[in-house]
């Protein structure tokens, strides 16, 4: 391509001689970004000017703010305009169209709080605990109920078990079904309560107030009773088998679920009676492919399977962060399709790949663990594994700080594909390093609005990115989380 710097006009005769330089500036701009190189059919492009059309029309006439101050612009906060988006004519199209891959998403919080709750309530041996009692209505609001399967039946219900007590002993187990009973309003009171505990609402994130770490707070809080939520079987086999599903009808093809497997993390038998050690659960996975992905092929739909990125808390300590990645290296070695890496000769199934997740700004930098990271790269190469780093990095408004200098290490450790990467379109040579080694930023633009990193998606950095040629890929990360 001619790189040769456009050459600006001193001084126009006409206003034609003018237009005709403006619109020549405009060309070559284009041509430099991701759009000038392109390449589209004439049905691609015959699409585009649809979809311009529809576009134009519903900010219009979809979007808009009334004379009675009612409505929202497009591009608008993304909680609020939700309602209009799911009926707008440019998200039909969306849904109907071929996704490609999803590769940032988290495996705890991809589905909706609705059907985690309706596993709950089939759940015999599922326990609730607070951290208060549900005695008046500020205890109501701040309350977090956690969950967990217990292997004895408790006999009946004290004073100190009951949460809507006043007696209550805060972090005692309350039989779910009990808890159910008697929440005041009944059963679907109780499960809108909970759900409200593990969603983030409007006033959550853009409260006038609100900061990114206050946002956080109230997400880790979220996360936290979802989590809880998957603690035994039957339930973390069917939040897998429904991600599968839901990709498919998506139109995604293919899918890398980053799981949270923190230090000794275990999940229990239905029963109670036994845990589930972390090797168990990605068994639990291989056999949910090999069960789902044909019933998805015969279904109609394009899928290719999913693989696995083992995902740390970046907040742990090295004794524990070590027992990880020891952890990992075993897991790979086992299941050698399963996380992320080479296309192995499982059929569904990549291989397992290794991240450090959690918000940055509170957590550990990768520099903390570098020695930890250097053993561990130079362990998977005795052992023969391609295990591929894909580091969270950059989720940060921290421009020059200790967060914003993930960044560099994640590109000199080898990283496959740098997640959020927010924070890179300050940096030109980082940029330009992942252009030259195709190191993909995995952007999650309504993640980062409602997590306090932009005002709205129409500031987000994928822009800057696509017109610098950087490789990028757009994500869903928390979909469970904002409904």
């Not at 001193?10 to 005709?20: I, L, Q, T």
């Not at 059309?53 to 900010?59: A, C, L, M, N, T």
């Not at 770490?213 to 086999?237: D, H, M, P, Q």
């Not at 739909?301 to 004794?319: H, M, N, P």
């Amino acid at each position: 391509m001619d790189n040769k710097p456009f050459e600006v006009p001193g001084r126009f005769n006409s206003a034609e001689e003018y237009f005709k330089s403006r619109e020549a500036l405009i060309s070559a701009e284009l041509k430099l970004g991701y759009e000038g190189r392109a390449e589209r059919n004439p049905v691609e492009v015959e699409v585009e000017k649809i979809v311009q059309h529809i576009k134009s029309w519903e900010e219009r006439h979809h979007y808009g703010v009334h004379d009675d101050g009612s409505g929202y612009e497009a591009g608008h906060r993304f909680l609020h305009t939700r309602d209009a988006i799911e009926k707008s004519r440019l998200y039909e199209i969306a849904r109907k169209a071929p996704k490609g891959a999803l590769l940032h998403c988290h495996f705890d919080s991809m589905i909706s709080p609705y059907l985690l709750l309706d596993d709950a309530r089939k759940q015999s041996r599922l326990y609730i605990k607070c951290d208060v009692p549900l005695v008046s209505e500020g205890l109501f609001a701040s309350a977090l109920p956690l969950f967990s399967v217990q292997p004895d039946d408790r006999g009946g219900l004290t004073e100190t078990e009951n949460v809507f007590s006043r007696n209550y002993v805060a972090g005692s187990w309350m039989e779910y079904s009990e808890f159910l009973r008697l929440f005041p309003g009944g059963l679907e009171r109780a499960e809108a309560w909970i759900t409200k505990r593990m969603v983030l609402g409007p006033l959550d994130a853009y409260h006038p107030s609100q900061t990114v770490n206050g946002i956080w707070k109230k997400f880790i809080r979220s996360i936290s009773v979802a989590r809880s939520l998957l603690c035994y079987e039957t339930a973390y086999r069917e939040n897998f088998r429904r991600i599968l599903w839901l990709c498919a009808r998506e139109g995604i093809i293919y899918v890398e679920i980053r799981v949270a497997l923190g230090y000794m993390f275990t999940i229990s038998s239905d029963d109670g009676t036994r845990q589930h050690s972390q090797s168990d659960m990605m068994q639990m996975f291989v056999d949910i492919l090999e069960e789902e992905v044909p019933k998805i092929r015969s279904a109609g739909f394009t899928f290719y399977g999913a693989k696995v990125i083992y995902g740390c808390l970046r907040s742990a300590d090295k004794e524990a962060m070590q027992w990880c990645m020891d952890n990992c290296l075993e897991l790979k070695k086992k299941f050698p399709g399963l996380i992320c890496g080479r296309v192995s000769h499982m059929r569904y199934l990549g291989d397992i790949g290794f991240d450090m997740q959690g918000q940055e700004d509170n957590g550990h930098s990768l520099a903390f663990f570098i020695p930890e990271l250097l053993a561990m790269r130079s362990k998977a190469d005795s052992m023969g594994l391609d295990l591929p780093f894909i580091f969270h990095a950059g989720e940060t408004l921290d421009h020059g700080g200790e967060t914003d200098s993930n960044l560099y290490d994640a590109i000199l450790l080898g990283t496959k594909r740098i997640g959020h990467g927010f924070s890179i379109a300050k940096h030109p040579l980082l940029m330009q390093l992942c252009k030259e080694r195709n190191i993909a930023i995995e952007t999650c633009p309504i993640s980062n609005e409602i997590l306090g990193l932009c005002p709205t998606t129409k500031a987000h950095h994928l822009p800057i990115l696509l017109s610098n040629c950087v490789p990028c890929t757009i994500n869903s990360d928390d979909p469970g989380s904002w409904r």
